[in-house]
């Protein structure tokens, strides 16, 4: 079946014309629209994973832009996004139910507002990829080349703002599903993941202009453009050329850097009772008999032990268990990096109290020397916005609590490891490792808790968003995990260790520290923000275009 129709206009001149883009009829728009969420959702890392589709998944929804309606462009956006979406998010629902303790029909109707939010930014890329076509060339063969230019800027603009506005969602942007590809991901050390997906985008755009290329029955009379899809092949040359050369410089540099000998313990406390108070003490037990068992089972004694996010299941200064840990870390002369809930004292201040989920690192006399507080919280997880307003959200604000934001990305100081901290969600925004690593971190700790996930897809899509952090700011990556996926990135993206999902489990890795600072760090995170500026000035050139035409045929009088 062809992608793209083509008719020609008759016309008495001898110049051969150009196919016309013909629009789309009936549901052939949202069939396309759903075929393009498949197989996203295929490509999407969990069950399936098979990666390969993402560089043909949005050829049938590219193959509908300039040729819809305003309408049309908003149902395919909604066929599209709500099945990929719905996939990617369904697992919010039993996470609510069980452990937010909401009744099904509130726990539904969450997800599907979620849903439908995310499905927004699918919206708006049909509707204005759709209205720069539609405003900018009729033309199949300029269409074509244009669509080379405008989706990836336009996606990945978007991707920004997803990313960015109301705290920010930016939940498997569609280059993390190459995350165990390192040979394909070496250029987000440029631009961060988005320079992947934008790489994404652009060759599902070439393959869409050369199967209509193809198409095109007249090659002489076919109005293409070579030069844009020439100009993007030598781009897409230089990101395959520079990740293949990156690699081997990055393998060599490792080579020769320092290395730390870390450890990090799974300790598989199942979510409904890790904060029952009788179990405090099994808790605590488990995470001390797995490091001891490292301590006692490897060769060398590790430079640091890493335990996951909330590890401590209560308030250290309260808690005599805390003597447990203390005294472990004195008695072996070791460093431990823990998750632990903490609060401090302010009378002076109008909030007496503040909450924080914290990583405390402990050193080798038995002391606290520096502490990291959760600088990005999850809303509705560690705090309810409008939590006054939403009376209906009653149970889970009443689990949830209310816990204050860090304001610091300072590294802590580990003798000769500093450990940027990264905790749970905070692995979703590069900008928050990319800050600590500018800061002087030479090594990446994501501690984390996904046993709310259950056996869904999330802890899949948790672990490949974390990977792209090593590889962004060339820094090895430690993951503890209550319930998993624990494990070591190095610097080049490699996965050197990783652990089943709820099995408790301690794993050990000499790793490398690195120094140096990539584009990335010193610019680069720019990129995203820069592709919406230019999807900006495409649509409003496109707009002048249109405008421009109008008056020049109202001079000419039709």
């Known amino acids: 079946m062809a992608i793209v129709s083509i008719s020609t206009f008759s016309t008495p001149s001898t110049e051969p014309t150009e196919p016309v883009l013909q629009p789309l009829r009936g549901c052939s728009p949202y069939i396309r629209a759903l075929f393009s969420a498949v197989l996203l959702t295929v490509a999407m890392p969990g069950k399936i994973g098979w990666w390969p589709f993402l560089f043909v998944a949005l050829l049938p929804l590219l193959s509908t832009l300039g040729r819809l309606s305003v309408r049309q462009s908003i149902l395919t956006g909604i066929v599209c996004g709500m099945f990929f979406y719905t996939g990617l998010l369904y697992w919010i629902s039993p996470v609510l139910q069980r452990y937010g303790g909401m009744h099904p029909v509130v726990t539904i109707t969450a997800l599907f507002a979620l849903v439908v939010y995310m499905t927004t930014y699918l919206c708006l890329f049909c509707c204005l990829g759709n209205s720069i076509l539609i405003l900018r060339c009729r033309s199949k063969g300029t269409s074509a080349a244009l669509l080379l230019l405008a989706a990836p800027t336009l996606w990945v603009g978007l991707d920004f703002l997803r990313g960015t506005l109301f705290t920010g969602i930016p939940w498997m942007d569609i280059g993390y599903a190459l995350y165990r590809q390192p040979l394909l991901i070496q250029a987000a050390d440029l631009g961060g993941h988005h320079v992947i997906t934008f790489a994404v985008v652009l060759i599902n755009a070439l393959l869409l202009w050369l199967i209509s290329r193809i198409q095109t029955a007249d090659a002489a009379a076919s109005g293409y453009h070579f030069a844009p899809p020439v100009v993007v092949f030598l ?182 490891i500093q450990v940027g901290v990264l905790i749970c969600f905070e692995s979703l925004f590069p900008n928050i490792a990319r800050k600590e690593v500018a800061e002087g971190a030479n090594l990446l700790a994501n501690l984390t808790n996904d046993a709310w996930y259950g056996r869904s897809v999330a802890p899949d899509h948790s672990w490949a968003m974390t990977v792209f952090r090593s590889v962004e700011n060339r820094r090895s990556l430690v993951r503890a995990a209550n319930t998993g996926i624990s494990g070591f990135v190095s610097p080049t993206g490699e996965i050197l260790q990783e652990t089943e999902l709820f099995k408790a489990k301690a794993i050990s890795a000499r790793i490398p520290l690195m120094t140096l600072q990539s584009v990335f760090v010193r610019g680069g995170h720019h990129f995203d923000s820069i592709c919406l500026f230019l999807a900006l000035i495409l649509l409003h050139l496109a707009v002048c275009r249109h405008q421009k035409n109008k008056k020049i045929r109202r001079c000419r009088g039709f």
């Open 235 to 416: 781009l897409l040359a230089f990101l395959g050329g520079y990740s293949t050369v990156r690699y081997q410089q990055i393998v060599s540099k490792v080579a020769t850097a320092d290395t730390a000998f870390i450890s990090a313990v799974q300790g598989n406390i199942q979510q409904n009772i890790k904060w029952v108070p009788s179990y405090k003490e099994k808790t605590i037990d488990q995470y001390l008999l797995l490091s001891r068992q490292v301590v006692t089972e490897e060769t060398e004694k590790p430079d640091l032990f890493v335990w996951p996010e909330t590890a401590l299941p209560f308030y250290p200064a309260r808690e005599p268990l805390m003597n447990k840990v203390l005294d472990f870390v004195w008695e072996k002369d070791i460093l431990l990096l823990t998750g632990s809930p903490f609060f401090t004292v302010k009378p002076t201040q109008r909030k007496k109290v503040a909450y924080y989920n914290s990583a405390l690192l402990l050193d080798r006399t038995g002391s606290m020397s520096a502490r990291y507080n959760k600088q990005h919280l999850v809303p509705f997880g560690e705090y309810v916005p409008l939590r006054h307003y939403l009376w209906f959200l009653k149970p889970l604000v009443e689990v949830v609590g209310n816990f204050t934001a860090g304001d610091s990305s300072q590294p802590l100081d580990g003798e000769t």
